[in-house]
């Protein structure tokens, strides 16, 4: 199965809507670790998940969430 890396970007105004949007939402990311950069920088979150495809990937994300998320195919790779 493909794996996709989720880029989540979203204002300091929504901050607080990206991460309430999650209550209520049944997804396996939910109780899961993500790299964040709310409190140091631009406001941005990534995910690494496995999906069929770029919709389902995006369908593990609230509304809100995946309306501002990138979906990117990745491959893992050996760096010589």
Excluded: N, Y
Aim: proline content about 6%.
């Amino acid at each position: 199965m493909p794996d996709f890396l989720l880029h989540h970007r979203h204002s300091s105004d929504e901050c607080e809507a990206s991460f309430a949007s999650w209550k209520g939402f049944s997804s396996p990311l939910r109780g899961r670790g993500a790299l964040c950069t709310c409190l140091s920088g631009p406001h941005g979150v990534w995910w690494r998940v496995e999906a069929e495809d770029r919709d389902q990937a995006l369908a593990l994300l609230p509304r809100f969430v995946a309306e501002r998320t990138t979906s990117i195919e990745v491959r893992e790779v050996q760096i010589p």
